[in-house]
C-alpha cells in the first residue's frame, strides 16, 4: 500500500539508507553483458527451437550489444582557478567525496579567479556559489611632468624607494608643481619619513632650536667635510652618520679643521709633546684624539685638558727633564695640575727654560747648606717659578743668601751674579 505522506520516522530511515547506499558507492561501475554462446538452432511450424546444438567453434551467431553504465562526469583543472578537492572516504580519493544534501555527493570543489566556487556533484551537475569579486576600475593618471622632474631631484639628494609614496601623493595632489611637492615629501608628515632618515642632522636641529638647512646648503656642508677628512688622511670619518652628526652640532668645516689641527699640529706635529701625551695617557691613539675632538660635548673639553697636559710635559722633556708626570709625584708637581691651574704651552717653555738655567746652582748650593737652608730642587722651583709661590721663593733666597756670605765677593760668584742667576724674573703663576 502506497501512501503520498511518509511519516517523519520512516523517512529518517530512509534517508539513512540512502546516505549509507551513497557512501559504499564511489562510482558506478561498468557492466559488460557476456558473449551469447554459439548454437546452431532450426524452427519448428510454431517458432520454436526445435533442437540446440552447441557448435565446437563457438562462434557468435548474433552480436550482443554492451552495456555500459553511465560514469560521473570528469572534471579536469580550469583555467585561473585553484583546485580544491573534498576529502573521501578513501582518505584523499578525490572519485568520493562527502554528501551534503541526500542522494547528492561532492566530487570535488573548485576556487575561481573571481573568488567564487564551483562545487561538482557525483550525478554529473554542479552549480557555482560565493559572490564574485568586482574588478577594480583602472584609475586614470593625469600626466605630469613635475612627478618626473622630482624623481630626478631625490636621486641627485641620494633618496630611493619613493614610488609608492609619490604614487599616493599623485593621487591627492594630481596637478602639484614640483616644488610643492618637495615640500610635501620634506615637512608633511604623511610623506616625509624617508627625506628625514635623508637629512637627519635637520631632524635634530629643529628640535635644538636651531634653523634647518635647505637641502643644497646641507649637500654642501657635507662635501666641505668630505674635503677636509680626505685632506688629513681620515677616510673613516666620510660617512653619512659623522656628517649627519657635525651638521647636527653646528660644527662649520672650518671649525671641523681646527679641531683636527689640534690634533696633528699641537700633538702628533710635535715631537715632545706627541711623547709626553704617549707617555702620560698610552691607551689613546690617534683615531681617539681624533674622535675626542670632533665631539665638542662629550670628548673634546676633557682632551684639551689633556693635550695641554701634554704641552706641559713636552716643555720640560725638551729641557731634558725626564722626570715629568702627569699628576704630582715628591719629584715635581705634575703636569695635569699644572694644566688645570692655567698655564699656557707658552708660559711651560719660558718656565722649564727657566728651570733648566737655575736650577743646577740652586741644588748644589741646597747640598752645601743642607744643614742651614731647606732643600731646593725640581719640585721647589715648578712650586717657585711655575705656580710662583712665594715660600719657594724665599727658600731659594736663602741659599743665594748663605752662598754671598760665606764667599763675599771673593770667590767669583758675587751676590750681583746670585741675584742675576735667581732672582731676575717676575713673581706669579706664568709669569716670566
Same mark, same amino acid.
Given at each position: 500500500m502506497s501512501s503520498l505522506f511518509i511519516p517523519s520516522q520512516q523517512k529518517a530511515k530512509l534517508d539513512a539508507a540512502a546516505a549509507a547506499k551513497a557512501k559504499t558507492s564511489y562510482s558506478i561501475p561498468t557492466v559488460i553483458a557476456k558473449p551469447a554462446p554459439s548454437f546452431s538452432q532450426s524452427l519448428n511450424l510454431y517458432g520454436t527451437p526445435a533442437s540446440n546444438t552447441r557448435s565446437a567453434s563457438s562462434t557468435i551467431a548474433t552480436p550482443v550489444k554492451t552495456a555500459t553504465a553511465k560514469k560521473a562526469p570528469t572534471v579536469g583543472p580550469i583555467t585561473g582557478a585553484t583546485n580544491t578537492f573534498i576529502p573521501g572516504y578513501g582518505g584523499g580519493d578525490t572519485s568520493g567525496g562527502t554528501v551534503v544534501t541526500p542522494g547528492?555527493?561532492?566530487?570535488?570543489?573548485?576556487?575561481?579567479?573571481?573568488?567564487?566556487?564551483?562545487?561538482?556533484?557525483?550525478?554529473?551537475?554542479?552549480?557555482?556559489?560565493?559572490?564574485?569579486?568586482?574588478?577594480?576600475?583602472?584609475?586614470?593618471?593625469?600626466?605630469?611632468?613635475?612627478?618626473d622632474t622630482i624623481g630626478k631631484i631625490l636621486e641627485s639628494y641620494g633618496i630611493t624607494g619613493l614610488a609608492s609614496v609619490l604614487a599616493s601623493i599623485r593621487d591627492e595632489y594630481p596637478e602639484a608643481r614640483s616644488d610643492e611637492l618637495l615640500s610635501l615629501l620634506q615637512f608633511?608628515?604623511?610623506?616625509?619619513a624617508k627625506f628625514n632618515e635623508r637629512f637627519a642632522g635637520n631632524v635634530a636641529r629643529q628640535k635644538a632650536g636651531l634653523s634647518v638647512l635647505s637641502p643644497g646648503d646641507y649637500l654642501k656642508t657635507e662635501e666641505s667635510y668630505k674635503k677636509v677628512f680626505t685632506a688629513y688622511g681620515l677616510t673613516k670619518f666620510n660617512n653619512q652618520t659623522y656628517y649627519d652628526k657635525f651638521i647636527t652640532s653646528d660644527i662649520a668645516s672650518t671649525e671641523l679643521?681646527?679641531?683636527?689641527q689640534l690634533a696633528y699640529d699641537r *700633538?702628533?706635529? &710635535?715631537?715632545?709633546?706627541?711623547?709626553?701625551?704617549? $707617555?702620560?695617557?698610552?691607551? #689613546? /691613539?690617534? %683615531?681617539? +684624539?681624533?674622535?675626542?675632538?670632533?665631539?665638542?660635548?662629550?670628548?673634546?673639553?676633557?682632551l684639551e685638558r689633556k693635550v695641554k697636559a701634554?704641552?706641559?710635559?713636552?716643555?720640560?722633556?725638551?729641557?731634558?727633564?725626564?722626570?715629568?708626570?702627569?699628576?704630582?709625584?715628591?719629584?715635581? *708637581?705634575g703636569a &695635569?695640575?699644572?694644566?688645570?691651574?692655567?698655564?699656557? $704651552?707658552?708660559?711651560?717653555? #719660558? /718656565?722649564? %727654560?727657566? +728651570?733648566?738655567?737655575?736650577l743646577p746652582q740652586a741644588e748644589k748650593f741646597s747640598s752645601i747648606y743642607a744643614g742651614q737652608a731647606e732643600k731646593y730642587g725640581m719640585l721647589e722651583a715648578e712650586k717657585d717659578i711655575l705656580q710662583g709661590l712665594a715660600s719657594e721663593e724665599r727658600k731659594k733666597r736663602r741659599l743665594a743668601g748663605l752662598e754671598t756670605a760665606q764667599?763675599?765677593?771673593?770667590t767669583g760668584t758675587s751676590k750681583a751674579s746670585v741675584n742675576t742667576n735667581y732672582l731676575n724674573r717676575t713673581s706669579g703663576a706664568g709669569q716670566f
Open positions: 547528492r555527493t561532492v566530487l570535488r570543489t573548485v576556487t575561481n579567479a573571481d573568488g567564487t566556487t564551483t562545487i561538482f556533484y557525483s550525478d554529473g551537475s554542479s552549480e557555482t556559489v560565493g559572490t564574485p569579486t568586482p574588478t577594480p576600475i583602472k584609475k586614470e593618471t593625469t600626466p605630469n611632468a613635475a612627478y608633511d608628515s604623511r610623506y616625509n679643521t681646527d679641531r683636527i *700633538v702628533l706635529g &710635535d715631537d715632545p709633546v706627541n711623547t709626553a701625551f704617549k $707617555k702620560f695617557y698610552p691607551s #689613546l /691613539g690617534l %683615531g681617539d +684624539i681624533v674622535t675626542a675632538m670632533l665631539d665638542p660635548v662629550n670628548q673634546l673639553p676633557d701634554a704641552e706641559i710635559g713636552g716643555a720640560a722633556l725638551r729641557q731634558g727633564f725626564t722626570t715629568i708626570s702627569q699628576t704630582a709625584t715628591g719629584m715635581t *708637581v &695635569d695640575v699644572l694644566a688645570q691651574q692655567g698655564l699656557t $704651552k707658552a708660559q711651560a717653555e #719660558l /718656565g722649564y %727654560g727657566k +728651570i733648566a738655567e737655575e764667599f763675599g765677593g771673593d
